[in-house]
């Protein structure tokens, strides 16, 4: 069912505090790999600066992958005391990095 995705171009933000889509994804990215697609793979803190998220993109992208797959580190997407789940935590720091925005945006056929 992943298999189409190998032909798409992808970036994967997920939180390793998400069981669900943390493992989830991982499934994803493996059949992605299998079917021949270099994915490159990345472990960020979710408490970076924004310079330290224009950082990590830049690294990301140079490795020049049709996917993309950062996972934000155990502990460091949910603000202690928030009450907000680590899916949801994702979101909020994943959709404030432009470089990523930028990227997706810039993707067409």
Do not use: C
């Amino acid at each position: 069912m992943a298999a189409p995705l190998a032909e798409k171009r992808l970036w994967i933000v997920v939180s390793q505090d998400d069981d669900k889509s943390y493992s989830g994804e991982n499934a994803i990215t493996k059949v992605i790999q299998e079917e021949g697609t270099t994915v490159a793979t990345a472990v960020w803190d979710g408490q970076s600066t924004a310079a330290q998220f224009a950082a990590d993109v830049r690294s990301m992208k140079a490795q020049k992958a049709p996917v993309n797959h950062a996972s934000f580190q155990t502990g460091t997407t949910v603000p202690s005391g928030s009450g907000i789940s680590a899916h949801m935590g994702t979101w909020r720091i994943a959709y404030a990095i432009p470089e990523i925005r930028d990227w997706i945006m810039r993707q067409s056929r």
